[in-house]
C-alpha cells in the first residue's frame, strides 16, 4: 500500500505538488495522505481526489498571479528537500514560481487578456525531437526549458560558472538580435562540448519579444568527450 | 511539510543502521510503525530490481547514479563513498571562493533524496567491504573514484620538507578530512613557487594572494584561513614548462587571478613572442587564444616595476624543474627549485613538447607547490593500468587483465567513470558525458550483453551490504545523516559569517551525522 502512496506522488505532474504551495493546503493534503497510508485503498483514491480537486483550486488561485521575473530568480533552496522525489528527475531548478508563471502564459496566450507578454520558443531535443514552448519576456531560456521538464543541464543553476547549459542558436538571423555575449559567458562557452559560431549559454538568453520564434538546438554529447583531445571550433 | 519529511527520512531507513535518529524525527507523529512497514514491503512488491553500487560520490557518481535512475525504472543505485561527506571534489576540490562551481550539489542532492538512491558514506572498499563482495551483492558496480594520488616529477629533493602536492594543499585549505594535518609553513618564507600553470594552479595561487578579509566570507577551512592570515607569503611564481599559448587553465580562473585586488603581474615580454607553430595553434583553439591575449593584456597593462609592500604574481614560461634545493641552515627543508630553460619542438601539426635547453637558473622559495597531476589508486582485484593512472576500459567497461584476444575480455559487471576511468582532466559537466557513455554501456550490456543473464538473478544489494557493514560495525551515514552535518556545518558558519564551516575530522564529521 505503500507503494501505491510513493507511486502516487512520483507520477504526479511538478504542477500538483508545487500547487500546494500554502501551508493551508499543504497540511491539509497531509492529512489526507497521511490517512491514505493507515486506510484502505479506497480511501487513498478519495485522498487522491480531494488532493486533485485541492490542486486544482490552488492553481487557479495562484494562476491570477503576474509574472514576476524576479521571483523566478530566486533559488528557493528550502523546496527540494521539501518534495525530492518527484523533483529529481526533471530538472526543476527553479521552483514553484515558475509553475505559475507557465498558467500566466498560458492565459495570455489563450485569453489575450491582459496578462503578461510571451514568445514561442522551440526547443530541438539531442535526438531532433522538436518542443515549441511559450516563454514569458525576461525568462532565461534554461528557466524555461526547466519549466517544460526540457532535458537541459543546469549545473550552476544559471550563475555563468558552468557550460552545460549550451545551447545552439539554429539561425544566424536569431543570433544577431542577441546581445553579444560577455566575457563570462564566454570563458564559460570555451568549454562548451560541440561549439558552434551560434552556441550561447542558455541561461543566458532572455525572452524578448522580438525573439518570437526562436529556435535552440540541445547539442548532442559527443562520443569522443575527452577534453584533452578536444578542439572548439574557433568562435 | 512534516509529512514530507519523515518520508525523505524514511526513504532511507534501509540505510540506517541505527534507527534512533528517525525515530526521533517522527515520534511525535506517532506513525514510525507504519512508514517503515510500508517502505519495506515497497522494496519487495517492486519486480526484481536492478541492484547497481557506485563507489565515490562525487560528480561522476552522481551523474552516473541520476543517468542510470532516469533510464532504468527498476533500478535501485547505492552510492557509496569512503568519508562520511558526499560529493567528492565538489565539497574538496572546487575553491572555497567559488561557489556558484557548488551549485551542482543542489541537484546531486535531489537524486540522493529520490526514493531509489541511496547514498551511504564512511564505507571504504577494501577494509569495510571488498569490491569481490560488493560484486556478489549487486548486478553492477560502477567505480568513480576518483584520483585520490599525485603524479610525481622524479627527481632529486622531492621528499624535501616544504615540497607539498596542490592536492593536498587544496585539501587542507577545503577542509578534507585527510587533509588537514597537512600544516604548511607560510610563515618561513615570503616566496611560493608553484609548478604547473592548469586552473588547480591558478586555485592555489589566488588562496594565497587574495585578501583573506575576502577569503573569510567563505566556506574556507578555520585552520587554512588563520594559517593564511598570519601567511608571511607575498611573491608566488607560477612555472609552466611550455608557453603561454599552451597554458592549461581556462579564462575564468586566469581572469580571475589577473583580477585580484593590488596584485602586481610580472610576465617577461619576451615570453610572449608568437612562433608560427605557436599561431597555428591559437587558430584551432579558441581557449588557448583567449588565454593568451588576457596573459598579454596583463603583460602591458602592469607597471614594471610593484608598489612597495604590493603582493606579486609571476608567470614563469618555458621552465622545467631539475631538482629541488635543500636549505643550508633548515637541513631536510627546501630552499628553492632548481631549474632548466625549455624550448618547445613541434611533433605533430598544432602539437608542441618542452625540450630541455641545458641551460639553468635558481629560483629562491620556502615552499613549492606541485600542481602537475593527479593520480588514481589502484585497488585489491580491479584491473589497473599502473603508467597511465587508469581502470583499463573499453567504453567504461573493465577490462580483464591479461587480455590477449580478441574479442577482449571484460570484468564482467564492472564499469568505470570519471577520473579513474579516463584520467584527471576536464571540468565538472566532462562527467556529464562521462556518466551517460558509462550508462550508454551499462544499458546494451543489459539488453544484449553480459548482463542480460545475470540482471534477473536476485541479488541482495543494499540489505546486503548493510548485513556486511553491521557485522563488522561499519557506521555508515546515510543521506539523512550527510544533512545533519550540513545542518551542523552552516549553523557553525552563520556564527562566523560564513556560509559553512566545514567540520574537518572523521570523529567530529560523524559525531554530527549520528547524534
Redesign the interface.
Known sequence: ???L??SFY?TQPPNYLASLES?IA?RFA?TV??HQ??LSFRLSRVGFWIARVLSRGGYTNISRARFRPSLCRQ?Q?SL??????T???Q?A?FQKHHDFSTSASNNASEGGNEQEETISVTFVSKDGEETQIRVPVGMSMLEAAHENDLEL?????G??????CHVVVMDMEYYNKLEDPT??E???L??A?G?TETSRLGCQIVARPELDGIRLAIPA???N????GY????? | ?????AR?LL?QSFSILSPQPLRVCIVG?G?TG??TA??Q??ST??PQPLHVCIVGSGPAGFYTA?KL??KHQGAQVDIIDRLPTPFGLVRSGVAPD?P??K??I??F???A???RCSFLGNVTVGSSVSLAELRELYHVVVLAYGAESDRVLGIPGEDLKGVHSAREFVWWYNGHPDGRNLDPDLKCTDTAVILGQGNVALDVARILLRPTSELAKTDIASHALTALEQSSIRKVYLVGRRGPVQAAC???EL?EVLGIKDLHIHIEEADLKLTPADEEEM?????H??IYELLSKAATATPSQPSSGQRELHFVFFRQPDRFLESYDKKGYVSGVHLEKTALKGIAP?KQIAVGTGQFEDLACGIVLKSIGYKSVPMEGLPFDHRKGVVPNLQSRVLSDNNSGDPPLFEQGLYVCGWLK??P??????N???A??TVASISEDLEQGSLASTASLSKPGRDGLLQILEDRDVRAVPFSAWEKIDEEEKRLGSLRNKPREKLTTREELIQAALV
Request: charge should be neutral.
Open positions: 500500500m505503500t507503494f502512496v510513493s512520483q501551508s499543504l497531509e495522505l497521511l497510508i493507515m533559488y533552496p527540494p528537500e521539501i518534495l525530492p522525489e523533483r529529481v528527475f530538472g531548478l543541464e543546469g549545473a550552476c543553476e550563475s555563468l560558472a558552468c557550460s552545460t566575457d563570462e564566454n570563458d564559460m570555451d568549454l562540448f561549439l554529447a559527443t562520443r568527450f575527452a577534453v584533452d578542439v572548439a571550433k574557433p568562435h | 511539510m512534516a509529512f514530507f519529511r525523505k526513504s507523529r506513525l507504519s512508514y510500508g517502505l514491503s515497497f512488491l517492486s541520476e535512475l532516469k567559488h556558484e562551481t551549485n551542482v543542489n541537484q542532492s535531489r537524486v533524496q529520490s526514493g581556462t579564462a575564468k581572469r587558430k584551432n583553439s579558441r581557449i587564444k583567449r598544432g579516463r584520467g582532466t576536464g571540468i565538472i559537466a566532462t556529464l558525458y562521462c551517460e557513455e
